[in-house]
């Protein structure tokens, strides 16, 4: 496969589950911000947007509509819903000739009717036609994709976002313990309430909840799933040859943090939950370095203000 075509795969994956994901996120917190009236709203916003990768001058204060215009309708803005959108879209068209029909009109036409407002009383409206539109773009490749390298690229692009997006949410709920959203929200925000019912069968406490979305094997949105995931998709894009250890700096990377995962107490997890949370954030940005040097070394990755060397 042409460097050029892996590229735009991994990115459609990437951006398509970063939308669901700062979807998801800002959902939670937003509505959080309007129903509780003791919650410090520009401490608040301003923990939200660090999380997200975006620094605002000290100076500035503020508002849920602040954040909104940031990080969900600002097509300039990397981190944007509306950024990521357009950046699926034109990563399907510089691949078109491998992206399916029914999977560019998707998001051509998402691109198309993305909003460039939305108003108090269509915020929740809005997000869950964002969730819906990745939903459909993501079911479309599950549904009718080969098992080849064209589903390779692209589930491993999602993966990679997916483990990020749930360690922001799990950081945003560290930053702001005590007026932050419940485990419950947090649980319904990625629609894990039920699953995570039918696990544990008890009202959500802090390390059941934070072990069910970092550590559980069978729940598709915790990062441990993810990193698997993403290891598998690599070991069938390329096969292992190594004689000793691992040569693929990729894979080494989401080694690593799996071993984190699965051998460190979850009390320790959670006592440290902030900068776990940074490293797992880290170790993503270092696999997405890692994969653009071995499979697309001539490309510059798309900017992201959030992703750190």
Not at 37 to 49: H, K, V, Y
Not at 156 to 164: I, K, T
Not at 232 to 258: N, W
Request: glycine content about 4%; some cysteine; proline content about 4%.
């Amino acid at each position: 496969m042409l460097s050029r075509i892996a590229e735009s795969l991994y990115w459609i994956g990437r951006y398509v589950e970063r939308t669901d994901g700062t979807a998801r996120i800002l959902d939670v917190h937003l509505q959080l911000l309007l129903e509780d009236p003791w919650i410090d709203e520009n401490t608040a916003c301003r923990s939200l947007l660090s999380v997200m990768g975006s620094d605002i001058e000290e100076e500035t204060r503020l508002t849920r509509h602040d954040v909104l215009s940031i990080l969900a309708i600002d097509r300039t803005h990397p981190a944007s819903i509306a950024y990521s959108i357009s950046a699926a879209r034109e990563s399907a068209r510089r691949a078109r000739e491998i992206v399916s029909t029914e999977l560019w009109e998707v998001l051509n036409a998402s691109s198309a009717r993305m909003p460039r407002r939305v108003s108090d009383e269509k915020i929740a409206e809005f997000f869950g036609w964002v969730r819906e539109r990745s939903a459909l773009a993501v079911g479309i490749v599950e549904s009718s994709s080969s098992r080849d390298e064209v589903y390779g690229f692209f589930t491993l692009g999602r993966s990679v976002e997916r483990a990020d997006m749930t360690a922001r949410l799990l950081a945003t709920r560290a930053l702001t313990e005590a007026s932050g959203p419940a485990w419950t929200t947090i649980l319904r925000s990625v629609g894990a309430y039920e699953a995570y019912l039918r696990t544990y069968r008890g009202v959500p406490s802090a390390q059941n909840a934070a072990e069910f979305l970092l550590l559980d094997r069978l729940f598709p949105r915790s990062i441990l799933y993810s990193v698997l995931r993403a290891e598998r998709c690599l070991r069938d894009i390329e096969p292992r040859t190594d004689r000793a250890g691992v040569a693929d700096l990729a894979l080494r990377r989401l080694g690593q943090i799996r071993s984190e995962l699965e051998y460190r107490p979850i009390t320790e997890i959670i006592d440290d939950l902030p900068h776990f949370m940074d490293a797992v954030q880290s170790a993503t940005s270092a696999t997405s370095d890692a994969v653009r040097l071995r499979y697309f070394p001539t490309s510059t990755a798309p900017s992201w203000v959030a992703e750190r060397s």
